[in-house]
């Protein structure tokens, strides 16, 4: 079973819908949860991240972390079709983990007009 | 600002063939990273320094290496190409200070026939 499980979809939705993406994980020494997000050929890119459990919310994004279930989410409110891409969650240990990331396969996600 | 660059873009090997991929950060980060992206399997993580002439190995290191001589520079090298390492491969880099972020570079496309 790989540390980190995401279901690679892909997802399809209309302009304005509510996105809801989500992985989980088994290593109980990640306390860092990082969402990527990768456009088409295209390097990722930080889209934000959560550290230990609880929500974060940046303009139409939340994250929510639940340590015990070991879940991670990402909400995606008033989706846009510029917001079609693949997200990748991508939790870390910190500590002596030398800022190492282990990352979900990601989800591909195409908003359409 | 470049942020981190990688080259080259693209490239066809054939099988045996050997070549180096070179990634330049111009941020002053400490951590260095090469990954591969292959469909349907995320980033994984090949090798990483956690700073100037150190390396380590990461999750899938076997037929590679790599060098760190110089802070900004981290090399990539592929003794003899197999078809397997037909992959997308991407370079990061990070700071030392507290946040995990990490900074993709473009990505270089090495197709192995």
């Known amino acids: 079973q790989k540390e980190v499980e995401q279901d690679p979809g892909p997802l399809s939705v209309p302009e304005g819908a509510i996105v809801s993406l989500n992985c989980t994980y088994s290593n109980s020494a990640f306390q860092y949860f990082m969402w990527y997000r990768q456009y088409s050929r295209k390097g990722p890119e930080l889209l934000m991240y959560t550290y230990s459990s609880g929500n974060k919310e940046d303009g139409r994004f939340t994250a929510q972390v639940d340590k015990s279930s070991k879940y991670i989410s990402l909400f995606i409110r008033d989706s846009q079709p510029s917001d079609s891409a693949t997200y990748l969650c991508a939790p870390n240990a910190g500590g002596t983990s030398y800022g190492k990331l282990t990352f979900g396969q990601g989800t591909i996600l195409t908003v359409h007009p | 600002n470049a942020g981190v660059t990688q080259t080259p873009k693209f490239r066809v090997l054939k099988t045996g063939q050997s070549m180096t991929l070179l990634c330049a950060q111009d941020m002053n980060h400490e951590y260095m990273y090469w990954y591969r992206q292959d469909p349907g399997m995320g980033l994984r993580l090949i090798h990483y320094s956690v700073g100037e002439g150190t390396t380590a190995k990461g999750e899938v290191p076997d037929g590679y290496n790599v060098s760190r001589l110089k802070k900004q520079n981290f090399l990539l090298g592929l003794e003899s190409a197999a078809p397997s390492q037909t992959s997308v491969y991407f370079c990061?880099?990070?700071?030392?200070?507290?946040?995990?972020?990490?900074?993709f570079g473009p990505g270089t496309r090495l197709t192995v026939l």
């Open positions: 990061a880099s990070r700071g030392s200070g507290r946040s995990n972020e990490q900074f």
